[in-house]
């Protein structure tokens, strides 16, 4: 939890890039509050239930062509017993006039890290989390303000985002096997008798407000 | 009206929308197993046993130590052979491939070897020209699956599935840690010369080697010309064998057992000493045979200790003292030294010549030497760890120098 605030903390001290840039209309900068809805279902059973979770997004990007942004996306997603960062690159296009209510399209890529999330161990196993590449693309609209150099922002999109959950069986009891990020990670670990990995395919319908300036 | 009714559509699509992606949950279970294997034996005889370059070690199995030369099993795979002229120094020579080799022992420059059910004869007189001169076929026929005619052997393989079940394309494996032949690998990751753990051993012209549950004899007085005497069943469970004093020291895990060997063809059970279930190899003295419990694989009891038991009445061994240790393997004995393989815990040597108090006589305990099995060599003791073969002047049991390391390219686990 501690951890959590801290690095909502970190996504909102993103406000104070603009006033610090002096506000260069060359950049922008893109916070987000949402929900990703979905269905999920366990694993050996068909039953399913209704899931609705918050998620906080940011985006910091700088122009690369008229109307179309390229930067950074950092974020937090709460699904349910696993907590993902993710951490990417997002694009961002506008279409419409100078003046009023403008489109927006979107698109983060990254990936979601679990930073938050504790290893835990026992004499006989290891349990932890890992997460995977997203993607998350959206439409919405920008509503200027009518005074100072900002927006609201309101997007509907798909994100798939994976997590996995991975527990491994001590072949000695009492052993701290060395728990490997998964891309140097070997098919079963030295230390590991077995390592049972369940993924989970979040998709979610997701809805988003946030400020644009 | 019409706006709150656009509103309530725009509502319930949005909801339906919402909850209209459905989450996708997979599994997958990998696990280390002994995959059966079937091999035709004669496929297996078709094949070359003639000596290859030295090869790395992945894996050592049994050591056996001849004249100046140390032989280093690779369970299943062969043996390799190393001049041991200087410990200090050992120089890889060669390799012999011998699919399904766990055992050997050396008997006037004859090699043998097992070869899956085949006993192998080597003429390594020349040791840069070994040469095959002899196979005894269909010995070891514990290995046949009777149903096919076939051999069935495991082999330790990575598996993948989506469930989390000892079962693979409708054929259902074996956990590593149960598996006989991987028992059997564990339990001869040494042997050799004065090895405690071993399961080929010679003695008055027979050689004498045993399997989970036989003992066989061979006639090896002409030993290129081994002859298959006869099987002996001796009960599940059979471990190691230590000849001495023309008598056999049989471990298993339910206790050990003594044969009288002095009509080595035909030998007699003369007493079976009994204990916990646990894993046990044995070293014995004109009066005394030490004995190592240990829990793991079959032997789960939890007993880890050294037993001490009277044999100068074979007929009726008595336990004279046990001594706890923390999990002991291997053990070998020279002189009145005592030196024990305490698998992950280390090595540690006693002064053994007042069996009433060996703990108060340990000598040295090297916690960083990690080990299953030695044996003390004419010129070094020689120990097997999961990081390699390692070899020690032994000439001051209180203060062991490390000579030489050979190392493994896959490490064994210690438990």
Sequence with gaps: MKNSI?????????????????????????????????????????????????????????????????????????YPDVQLLPIGLGWRGFLGDDVGPKWMGGLNAGFGTTFLEKRERTEWSSTWQEGGVYFHPFLGVTLPAKKGNWALTSSIGF???????????????????????????????????????????FQSLSFQVGVLF | MKLLHLNTA??????????????????????????????????????????????????????????????????????????????????????IPIEGNVDLAINSDILYADNYVDLLAF?????????????????????????????????????TSDSPRWEYNDMWTVRPGM????????????????????????????????????????????????KFIKPIELGWGIETIFPFNQKLFIGSNRGMHIYDASKPQDPKRIAVYEHVLACDPVVVNEDFAFVTLRSGNFCVNGVNELQVIDIRDPYQPKLTKAYPMLNPHGLGLA?????????????????????????????????????????????????????????????????????????????????
Excluded at chain 2, 182 to 196: D, E, F, H, I, L
Excluded at chain 2, 352 to 370: P, R, T, Y
Aim: glycine share 6%; charged share 20%; net charge neutral.
């Design chain 2, 123 to 159: 003429d390594i007189s020349n040791i840069r020209s070994i040469r095959l001169v002899n196979r005894i076929e269909d010995v070891f026929t514990h290995l046949y699956q009777h149903s096919t005619g076939k051999i069935i052997t495991f082999k330790d393989t990575v598996l």
């Design chain 1, 159 to 201: 994100k798939w985002q994976p997590s996995s959950y991975l527990e491994g069986t001590h072949s000695q009891s009492g052993s701290r096997p060395k728990i490997h990020p998964f891309w140097t990670r070997p098919l079963l670990p030295e230390g590991f008798n077995s390592l049972n990995k369940v993924t989970t395919q």
């Design chain 2, 179 to 226: 598996s006989l032949l991987a028992n059997m690998a564990k339990a001869s990751q040494s042997y050799g010369t004065g090895g405690s753990m071993a399961r080929f051993t010679l003695m008055d012209g027979h050689l004498f080697a045993v399997d989970q549950s036989t003992l066989r004899v061979f006639d090896v007085l002409s030993p290129a010309e081994p």
């Design chain 2, 335 to 415: 002189e009145n030294y005592l030196y024990v393989a305490e698998g992950k815990h280390g090595l540690k040597s006693f002064n053994a010549s007042d069996v009433l108090s060996i703990d108060k006589n340990q000598l040295e305990f090297i916690q960083s030497m990690k080990s299953v099995d030695l044996i003390p060599g004419p010129n070094s003791l020689i120990v097997i760890g999961p990081d390699g073969v390692c070899q020690y002047d032994y000439s001051n049991p209180a203060k062991l120098k490390k000579l030489s390391c050979i190392q493994v390219a896959e490490p064994i686990e210690v438990s």
């Design chain 1, 6 to 78: 801290w690095f909502l903390i970190c996504i909102f001290s993103w406000w104070f890039i603009p006033i610090a840039t002096a506000q260069e209309k060359s950049r922008i900068t893109q916070l987000e509050l949402g929900l990703l809805g979905g269905k999920s279902r366990t694993l050996w059973s068909e039953e399913t239930q209704n899931r609705l979770n918050f998620s906080i997004s940011a985006f910091h990007g700088k122009e690369i062509k008229p109307n179309h942004y390229l930067g950074i996306h950092l974020g937090y997603d709460n």
């Design chain 2, 10 to 95: 725009l509502l319930l699509l949005a909801s339906t929308l919402l909850f209209s992606c459905m989450d996708e949950v997979t599994s997958t279970y990998t696990f280390r197993t002994m995959m059966p294997v079937y091999l035709e034996m004669k496929d297996v005889r078709a094949k070359s046993l003639a000596p290859i370059p030295a090869q790395e070690i992945e894996n050592p199995g049994k050591i056996y130590i001849y004249k100046d030369f140390l032989l280093i099993n690779e369970p299943s795979k062969g043996i390799h052979i190393f001049d041991n002229k200087n410990p200090a120094n050992p120089i890889n020579l060669s390799f």
